[in-house]
């Protein structure tokens, strides 16, 4: 059963079921001894986030999901839509949920969680914000907003309420090391 | 469509597509606003990886997959088998893919990736690994295996042909936190 459309994986891969977010992949896959085996792949849309900066502080946001315990902490973002490039997405995200809005972005990391997933991260740092607009949130969203400060930003890298585990491993590097935390900070506040 | 099974998200949800890895699950959710949307999530096998210990040093393996370019390094681990107890299936993996057994496992780090597939990491620590016998390596499976020291284990966490990106954050705290270092020390050597 082929779906078409052109594969993120090996050219004969076919896609097999198409979901609502993620779509599974299949092909068949020569082994080291000659036999053949069935290799499967999942894609989804690309996340955005952003790493907002208002003046000297980061915008981090309070959130309320259907289907999820509790309020959890996020930084703004969210999928890209179909064909959407990941700036517009990240730029779209935050105005969307915060009502903030820059003309200062920069990507700060790309990176994909695991080999098996077609699913790429695009983390943005946005300098300069300024709030434009009263957000216009979704009907599974409940979104408030609040300022903190860089050490408690890095601080989130082991927080248990922070909902951006995949970023918490980089957060952590800058928490640590403190070559990085210097660079960091420099990129967020062009800070000498 | 549903498929039956019990299923690990929503009492509602459904598996709507059962690969040979990755299974498809999809429930109706209500909205803040009343209306409702059809949510979707992953459900895949749990991955379990191995630290493992021979005396002062740490196995690890350097791997060829088909469909996967070049040689990349990594722990010993794979998938857990169905129903298959996670330590089972690192007791296993380590033995099929390096010859080497222990008999002294602890869990060191249990984690998810993300919240939209259900999919747990088991990360095992076995002490006092002895080689036991050949490795039997799968079609799927080319691996030779080197020791390495603690500091080289450590600076896997950002080494690229490092296939254990969901650990590198983990390796990464313990490189640059004195105390975690200390303690994972601990944990692999027993040391004071």
Redesign the interface.
């Known amino acids: 059963m082929s779906l078409g459309k052109k594969s993120p994986?090996?050219p004969q891969a076919k896609r097999?079921?198409k979901?609502?977010?993620?779509d599974?992949w299949?092909w068949k896959?020569?082994?080291?001894?000659g036999?053949m085996?069935?290799?499967?792949r999942?894609k989804r849309p690309d996340t955005v986030q952003v790493i907002a900066v208002v003046k000297d502080k980061i915008l981090l946001e309070k959130q309320?999901q259907?289907?999820?315990k509790g309020t959890f902490l996020s930084l703004p973002g969210g999928r890209c839509d179909k064909k959407e490039n990941p700036l517009k997405a990240a730029q779209r995200e935050m105005l969307e949920e915060t009502g903030y809005a820059s003309k200062d972005w920069t990507l700060w990391k790309k990176?994909q969680?695991?080999?098996?997933?077609g699913w790429t991260f695009f983390v943005f740092i946005a300098r300069g914000c300024v709030y434009k607009q009263a957000p216009r949130l979704?009907?599974?969203?409940?979104i408030t907003t609040t300022l903190i400060d860089f050490e408690k930003f890095l601080a989130l890298s082991?927080n248990p309420s922070f909902?951006g585990?995949?970023l918490?491993?980089f957060l952590?590097?800058a928490?640590?090391?403190p070559r990085l935390k210097k660079k960091l900070a420099q990129s967020l506040f062009h800070t000498k």
Not at 19 to 22: A, D, E, K, M, P
Not at 29 to 33: T, V
Not at 138 to 142: H, P, S, T, V
């Open positions: 994986f090996s097999v079921f979901g609502v977010i993620f599974v299949q896959q020569k082994m080291f001894d036999s085996e069935t290799f499967e999942i309320k259907p289907a999820k990176f969680l695991t080999s098996t997933i979704d009907a599974g969203e409940k082991d909902h585990k995949e918490a491993g952590m590097q928490r640590f090391n």
